[in-house]
């Protein structure tokens, strides 16, 4: 099975699609399934804009309410995680996971689901020392301080992940693991982020929560973003654990008498690390929607080739850094429905992260992994299911968390419902079969209607997700994710000339320019560069290549020649450059 894999979505669905047929015609090939790796933004109407942590003059609609409001619909089997630029009001209704619309699967706050066979887990937000040992308290409309905090990722999730004893093929965060960039090509890494090194060397770049579930769960990938560059690594848990870098990386980083590093936060201690992205990588938490350039960095675009110790790094590209960081992991593999098709040792965990959706970035990249056609297509994880419905008497909404019992009895709690359950679905009582039952809950934008401030206002309360009280229901447990909220705003359907409006990206729209990796990533993920990989898919467009219009985000080809379509790439490189100066870095 072949998935892609995207790094920050922005709310660019349509370029994303577009992009990936565009792969799959080039290439000859066939994408099963689209993985997402944060910053969503499933934004349904203009409302939900006010629920995102987004400085306002940032703030764009996007295309997702075209895919909530049936106008499109996703071409391929997608799965996310939320990030820190998410319509939070909107992803807390599915706090367990859930369908946004129809074929697009939210992951929830941390999540574990099988697809086809496939174990993918996630956790989703970013990490925050000072509000990880909190409850899930926010509600909207937000103030100015909970639109921030409703997105840090919290304790109670992260316990719930470490839980897991089966294995998981795949991992999606937002945030990177802490010390995850000493076992890949850390030179190349410093060079494109100049201002990551004390961080580096201090070993307080990442989140120490998602290191946690790295090291305790070890699945064979693990897939992030949030700061905005490719990056790949390739972990042996083994010398994960016994601190044992390459010399190149003590080198780089200046270890001569030994590791500087920290070792890993208990499973049982507090997480008391300060946030290290959050505050280093991007501005302060109380302005961190602005990116990371407060550190007086401006990323450009760079390109480095892969070196042999960089285990799954196709390239490095320079990019935007980002605000604050997160933890998160998921799951293994189990489940009755699908079967086990874990290829890689458990000891080897392989670590890919990307940038976000723009021309000339390195956003996407495509995988194969053994998969069973003949399970369902989404299934419940049985695990996970075991995992929730024993741990579901701590969650809180409340700002205070609760306390959690010993690990030990945690762990038997598990067992007595994983047996439960495992004897409903053997008596045909429990179907692990994801049913598509999405449903609108909230207005969809409509662009020949204008709201007023008063309705503005009144569509930011929370809506019941009929979803998520189907979930609570097949578990037998309480409903404590808005059980008050408003269940019937009505559905607005879009004015009849927008009806199929969506057009399909063509060959010179945004994807034209956009440079991928395929299935180059061997065992040991260093055999091919970026740079033999991408004039391997340019060298395929013909040299008459249409210059797309700049409204469109695009670039004509790389490879095109002629004064005419060298002075307009100049024109809009020069464009993009000035916005970016202006606005220190747009973060969409």
């Known amino acids: 099975m072949k998935i892609a894999i995207e790094g920050c979505c922005h709310g660019e669905l349509d370029n994303i ?17 689209v993985l997402i790796c944060g910053d969503f933004q499933a934004i349904r109407n203009t409302s939900d804009m006010e629920c995102m942590s987004v400085p306002p003059k940032f703030r ?17 089997p997608t799965i996310f995680i939320g990030g820190n630029h998410e319509a939070s009001n909107h992803l807390w209704e599915l706090y367990h996971g859930g369908w946004v619309c129809e074929n697009i699967y939210y992951l929830g706050h941390a999540g574990v689901i099988n697809y086809k066979g496939v174990r993918i887990g996630g956790i989703s937000g970013i990490f925050k020392s000072n509000d990880y040992r909190k409850g899930h308290y926010e509600t909207s409309p937000y103030t100015p301080q909970t639109i921030k905090s409703v997105y840090h990722v919290r304790d109670y999730d992260v316990q719930k992940v470490l839980q897991i004893q ?40 990442g989140s120490p929560a998602n290191e946690q579930i790295l090291t305790k769960i070890q699945p064979a990938w693990w897939f992030a973003a949030h700061l905005h560059v ?25 270890l001569r008498n030994g590791p500087y590093y920290q070792a890993s936060i208990n499973q049982n201690q507090s997480v008391k690390v300060e946030n290290p992205d959050e505050i280093s990588i991007s501005m302060s938490d109380d302005d961190d929607d602005e990116d990371c350039c407060t550190h007086g960095q401006r990323s450009t675009e760079k390109k480095v080739g892969t070196r042999v110790d960089n285990p799954d790094e196709i390239s490095i590209s320079v990019s935007d850094d980002e605000d604050d960081e997160d933890k998160d992991d998921t799951p293994e593999k189990e489940s009755p429905v699908p079967v086990q098709v874990q290829s890689e040792s458990p000891k080897i965990t392989k670590f890919l992260s990307l940038d976000k959706c723009l021309p ?16 369902h297509g989404f299934s419940y994880d049985l695990e996970w299911l075991a995992i929730t419905k024993s741990m579901h008497p701590y969650l809180s909404v409340e700002r205070q968390e609760y306390r959690l019992p010993s690990n030990e009895d945690i762990q038997m709690t598990i067992k007595k419902e994983l047996t439960q359950l495992e004897a409903m679905v053997g008596r045909g ?32 309360y929370p809506f019941s997700n009929p979803q998520t009280s189907d979930f609570c229901k097949m578990l037998n447990i309480q409903n404590k994710i808005n059980p008050h909220g408003v269940t019937d705003f009505g559905h607005e359907k879009v004015a009849p000339e927008q009806q199929n409006s969506f057009v399909e990206p063509q060959e010179s729209s945004f994807s034209e320019s956009i440079r991928y990796s395929l299935t180059t990533l061997n065992d040991d993920m260093s055999t091919l560069t970026s740079e033999e990989v991408e004039i391997s898919v340019i060298n395929k ?3 008459e290549t249409p210059i797309p219009d700049n409204n469109t985000l695009s670039l004509e080809d790389p490879m095109a020649t002629g004064e005419d379509q060298k002075a307009k790439r100049q024109k809009i490189v020069h464009e993009e450059n000035v916005l970016l100066e202006t606005v220190e870095e747009q973060i969409l």
């Open 541 to 543: 467009v013909p040299e």
């Open 17 to 33: 699609y577009g992009t990936i047929k565009l792969l799959e015609q080039r290439e000859n090939c066939k994408i099963d399934l």
């Open 60 to 76: 764009e609609l996007g295309t997702f309410w075209k895919y909530y409001s049936g106008l499109a619909k996703a071409p391929y």
């Open 429 to 460: 009582e429990l179907d692990l079969k994801i049913p598509n039952n999405f449903q609108p809950t909230a207005p969809t934008f409509n662009p020949s209607v204008q709201w007023n401030h008063e309705q503005m206002v009144q569509f930011q």
């Open 166 to 205: 089966k294995p998981v093929d795949i991992f999606l965060s937002h945030d990177w693991p802490r010390g995850i960039e000493r076992f890949g090509d850390v030179g190349e890494l410093l060079r494109v982020k100049t201002f990551f090194r004390e961080e580096a060397r201090t070993n307080t770049l």
């Open 360 to 375: 000339r970035r390195q956003f996407l990249q495509v995988i194969d992994v053994p998969s069973d056609d003949s399970a």
């Open 230 to 254: 490719k990056f790949a690594a390739l972990v042996d848990h083994e010398k994960w654990k016994n601190e044992d870098y390459s010399d190149e990386v003590k080198r780089v980083l200046n």
